[in-house]
């Protein structure tokens, strides 16, 4: 798992972001799932203070086997959802996966 830190504004901070924009180019292989989530997700809390985390999150993205990008999508949300206590933040995840050639 590759972690890329947000290194502009966030959205809605500010009018005019353009400036503060840092723009990155990076390859997806085959196979390969990009993950893009709100801060929401990795700060689910649960009952005892624990966040749900960035390392929780990398676990889950590495789990093994054929995952369409509907089943990863749906896999962070249960188990975020399952692990917190009350959702005290927005949570918002896009996943794209790049298929194998021989998928259909």
Do not use: N
Request: hydrophobic share 45%; glycine share 10%.
């Amino acid at each position: 798992v590759d972690v890329l830190e947000p290194a502009g504004p966030w959205v809605g901070i500010a009018q005019d972001v353009s400036p503060a924009v840092v723009e990155r180019e990076f390859q997806v292989g085959r196979g390969d799932v990009l993950c893009l989530i709100t801060d929401g997700v990795v700060e689910a809390t649960a009952a005892g203070g624990e966040l749900f985390g960035e390392e929780r999150l990398a676990a889950l993205l590495c789990e093994p086997g054929p995952r369409t990008a509907s089943q990863v999508l749906s896999t962070i949300f249960e188990r975020a959802e399952g692990f917190m206590a009350a959702q005290a933040d927005d949570m918002t995840a896009v996943i794209l996966r790049r298929k194998h050639d021989d998928d259909q």
